[in-house]
């Protein structure tokens, strides 16, 4: 997994030590068309794509709005932890995808223990708000 990780920009600037000390979380396997989580939800991970694409859409009325698309070596899940919030929209896989989730307390955990990742994600989540 931490070789995995290395490959993930988000960690590409941490510590082998850092690398370490961060919490595990577990690795999922999801076909076309599957559903990772549903608008309305509560928030339980924090998810890594380490391979296909994971696609965020939201039902507006009888429609489907698609909001973003996350590929390989991309992360989401930050906003509704951050905020408190429910899933504002659903996430389906497109591909074949294997996805890294970390619980919410991993996810707050790891939040803690590096200040680097803190301010990236952090920083994403501000983008990913305005663009909502």
Not at 7 to 14: A, C
Not at 17 to 45: A, K, S, T
Not at 68 to 94: I, K, N, R
Not at 95 to 104: A, P, T
Request: glycine content about 8%; proline content about 5%; some cysteine.
């Amino acid at each position: 997994m931490l070789k995995t990780l290395r490959h993930i920009s988000l960690f590409k600037e941490l510590t082998e030590e850092q690398l370490q000390c961060l919490p595990q979380g577990m690795d999922i396997w999801l076909n076309p068309g599957e559903i990772l989580f549903n608008q309305g939800d509560p928030p339980e991970y924090f998810y890594i794509v380490f391979e296909g694409a994971i696609q965020i859409y939201r039902e507006v009325g009888n429609q489907e709005l698609i909001l973003a698309t996350y590929d390989t070596g991309t992360f989401f899940g930050e906003v509704p932890l951050l905020a408190g919030t429910l899933h504002l929209a659903s996430g389906q896989a497109v591909d074949r995808s294997h996805v890294y989730c970390l619980k919410e307390e991993d996810f707050w955990q790891m939040l803690t223990i590096c200040p680097s990742l803190r301010k990236q994600v952090l920083g994403y989540m501000a983008n990913r708000m305005q663009e909502v």
